[in-house]
């Protein structure tokens, strides 16, 4: 039996599980399985030895283990620069980041083109710097919006890469071709909310990326459309990271297109289950 998981704590929310084991009977591999395993921070390292011990090809980690562990694997030179990693392979104890990949190619699927496009970035935090290091690789002119200013400018340094860190009210100053929002601002339980100011105007026919999958449209979401933008959720981006370790692991393409039928089934289900609730 070939067996992956994730893990993380708390990781009952994972829907990682859904999205790799239809992959898996879509393509008739019923030899290999996906689960989710709780693992609390201060058992992380002997979590993964045992991992290892009995057989796993590999792993996905979520918070808040994605920095701890680093120092158990080789971290590749995309992991080291986003400072986290969300996949393992046993096999060489490569550990690496598919957030940005994700990211990226689910920006492709949509048709945005980034190259000399001048992008606001929403937060900081672990997200925005895959962000960053994705957009800015693509050629991106990277503008980074903040609470605090001293973090987004050590996330720029950090990265070694060009960008500048402004208040919203100076980053729509200039044309924006691409908002993205990485804070988790608008996710349960407080989906009401918005990461954008309420004394600044957005703009007019923004393309928002809003890294927020659950709910299926964010109230940000919904200012931009209110303002005659296109909105676009995470649930590609969390499809496409999910493709990226299948990748690693199998050696064989994920079906996309089921992980995503696969994810979106099980969003609805939960989005009915709060609405019911």
């Known amino acids: 039996m070939h067996r992956v998981g994730v893990i993380g704590w708390p990781i009952e929310h994972s829907l990682s599980p859904v999205m790799h084991n239809a992959a898996f009977r879509a393509l008739g591999m019923t030899d290999w399985s996906y689960e989710r395993f709780a693992i609390p921070p201060d058992i992380v390292r002997l979590s993964l030895r045992e991992f290892r011990q009995h057989g796993f090809i590999g792993l996905n980690v979520t918070v808040p ?36 990949d ?9 048709g945005v083109s980034l190259r000399g496009r001048r992008v606001v970035v929403l937060g900081a935090g672990g997200a925005a710097r895959a962000a960053v290091y994705g957009l800015s690789r693509a050629g991106a002119r990277v503008v980074i919006v903040n609470r605090t200013t001293e973090t987004a400018e050590r996330l720029l340094t950090s990265l070694q890469v060009e960008g500048s860190v402004l208040s919203a009210r100076d980053a729509v100053r200039e044309p924006v071709d691409l908002l993205v929002n990485c804070t988790s601002v608008g996710m349960d339980p407080a989906r009401d909310a918005s990461p954008w100011p309420e004394d600044v105007e957005l703009p007019e026919g923004l393309v928002l990326y809003d890294m927020i999958y659950r709910p299926s449209t964010t109230r940000l979401m919904a200012q931009v459309r209110a303002r005659a933008g296109h909105a676009i959720n995470g649930m590609g981006m969390l499809v496409r990271q999910g493709a990226a370790a299948f990748r690693i692991w199998t050696g064989l393409e994920a079906p996309v297109a089921v992980m995503m039928d696969a994810l979106r089934d099980a969003l609805y289900q939960r989005e009915a289950e709060v609405t019911d609730g």
């Open 65 to 100: 283990h994605k920095q701890t562990v680093m120092p158990f694997v080789k971290s590749d030179a995309v992991a080291k620069a986003i400072g986290a990693v969300n996949t393992i392979d046993f096999r060489t104890n490569v550990g690496t980041n598919t957030d940005c």
């Open 102 to 110: 994700g990211f990226m190619e689910d920006l492709a699927a949509h």
